[in-house]
């Protein structure tokens, strides 16, 4: 299997050579020539475990990975760095079944692929032989920076650079990043949100002047972002194990469809579950939900993209997002890998802050479904589902229940759904404790202790004492003055 680009040039590579670059040359994202087929049936998914699973969806798309190496990074991801047995939590109430993807170490899904993604890597530089060290530079809305963050501490032959937009992130993210130890973490907020900080993160990467500047340090870039193929191939397997949960339980027989329902930022999570449809995973809805940040229903839609809108800050910050690099990756699958007519649709997007898609691709969204919620009707939903069935739901989780709710009764469709849960309550706790009522407390710290009392659950333990935790990085720096602190952090 060979990788390509979405914008077209002629660049046709390996995997792993892919995962090291992050993004390609032209400044697209890097893509399977196609996308291979589950490589067994689906009555044989029954009983396969998480890791089982991964490392099927992983040997089917890195096919320059040897087995072992293949077994080696997934036995070292999915262990007891997840606090279940097989990584996610998967849970019936009576409208759906959520597939919970926070049980890792920073208590949101980012861990489900950044837990892999740095023995992804390193096994990818000593196939190519690389001489240099890699600098990881990421820009996130509050959940990769950490999962990043985790995942690349004290990893030999790396650095890792993390901005993330200044009050642009709870203050448990904040906390988290801030406190990270690791000789070779580095973490930066940045006057501006996180469009701003994605944007000029693209930009350094494909800076051929910059690029030699670090180069000479003995450094080469690379991303932990969803732009790199070795974050978004990892996540197709939670699709595929949900369906394997679905079949054991007996819920559904091989070949039934479900719908699947993503709280979506950057179309990363959601990407994943297209790519596990394309395997053949019966996958019949993929219903693509977002908050007041509306970019992507709008575009569902009309076909037509556009920024020139308001910037909302939300209770689901980690969605607070208006352009979705993944959305790209969709745009080339269904143009029939025209890498040509994306180039030109993202073109516009640079210069005229909008594209409309052609026919042909506006046909292909169809298979998509796509709502939005506000964080209103998100605390009523949150207290409800508490309320009748003592379920806790996180304020992304409950933007993809709001948007369900309504798809279900806009359609009637009652397909068995997976909604898929992306952090931990406690993650977003100021907002959870405030939509159930708990006792609010004087920060966001002490309505972590708050929610667990009301609620007799208890906080994960990456989250507990974490304001006790010395703050080791706390500079706030303008998007202009990136390129100078990365030069600091390598000399
Ligand atoms: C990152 C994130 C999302 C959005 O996921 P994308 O892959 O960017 O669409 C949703 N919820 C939480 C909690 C997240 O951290």
């Given amino acids: 299997m060979k990788y390509i680009s979405t914008r077209g040039s002629s660049e046709r590579i390996d995997s792993s050579e892919a995962i090291i670059n992050g993004i390609a040359g032209d ?11 589950l490589p067994v ?3 044989e998914l029954k009983g396969m475990s998480y890791k089982e699973i991964a490392k099927m969806v992983l040997g089917a798309f890195f096919t320059d990975f040897s087995k072992e190496q293949i077994e080696y990074c997934v036995n070292s991801a999915y262990d007891d760095k997840f606090s279940k047995d097989d990584a996610v939590g998967f849970t019936k109430t009576k409208e759906a079944f959520f597939l919970e993807l926070y049980h890792g170490k920073t208590a949101a899904f980012k861990d489900m692929a950044l837990s892999i993604l740095p023995f992804l890597l390193t096994e990818s530089i000593k196939m190519q032989g690389s001489d240099k060290k890699i ?8 959940d990769t920076g950490k999962a ?27 906390r988290q990043m801030i406190t990270q130890q690791g000789d070779n973490t580095h973490v930066f907020a940045i006057e501006g949100n996180f469009d701003d900080a994605q944007t000029a993160v693209k930009d350094i990467f494909t800076d051929s002047e910059f690029a030699k500047e670090i180069g000479a340090l003995g450094y080469k870039f690379s991303s932990a972002n969803s732009i790199n193929i070795g974050r978004l191939v990892p996540q197709v397997a939670y699709y595929v194990y949900s369906y394997a949960k679905l079949l054991s339980s007996g819920q559904i027989k091989a070949g039934d469809p479900i719908n699947v329902v993503v709280p979506t930022g950057n179309f990363g999570n959601i990407l994943a579950g297209y790519y596990a449809k394309n395997m053949g995973l019966p996958i019949a809805k993929l219903i693509c939900a977002s908050n007041e940040n509306k970019v992507l229903t709008d575009f569902f ?13 939300t209770s689901s910050p980690s969605m607070d997002i208006l352009v979705s690099s993944n959305l790209e990756r969709l745009l080339f699958n269904l143009s029939g890998n025209d890498g040509a007519q994306i180039k030109n649709l993202m073109k516009s997007l640079d210069e005229n802050k909008r594209y409309e898609v052609s026919p042909e691709i506006k046909k292909g969204l169809s298979e998509f ?19 009748t069935e003592h379920y806790l739901m996180d304020t992304h989780t409950a933007v993809a229940y709001s948007v369900y709710k309504d798809y279900k009764k806009n359609t009637g469709d009652d397909t068995d759904t997976v909604i898929v849960s992306t952090a931990s309550a406690y993650k977003f706790a100021e907002s959870v404790a405030a939509a159930i009522g708990s006792l609010r407390g004087k920060d966001g710290f002490e309505d972590l202790k708050n929610l667990s009392k009301h609620t007799s659950t208890e906080i994960p333990c990456c989250l507990r004492d974490l304001d006790k935790r010395d703050v080791i990085h706390g500079d706030v720096i303008k998007v202009g003055e990136m390129r100078k602190a990365i030069l600091n952090c390598l000399k």
Wanted: proline share 4%.
């Fill in 27 to 37: 400044r697209g994202l890097y893509v399977p020539e196609s996308i291979p087929n």
């Fill in 41 to 43: 049936g689906l009555e």
């Fill in 135 to 142: 600098c990881i530079l990421t820009a996130t809305s509050g």
């Fill in 148 to 174: 990043a963050l985790e995942g690349f501490a004290d990893v030999e032959g790396v650095d890792i650079i993390v901005f993330y937009p200044n009050n642009g992130v709870s203050t448990v993210q904040e």
């Fill in 301 to 313: 839609e009309t076909g037509v993209y556009h920024l020139d809108r308001e910037f909302y800050l």
């Fill in 369 to 387: 479904y796509a709502g939005f919620s506000n964080s209103e009707k998100g605390a009523q939903n949150i207290k409800e589902l508490y309320d």
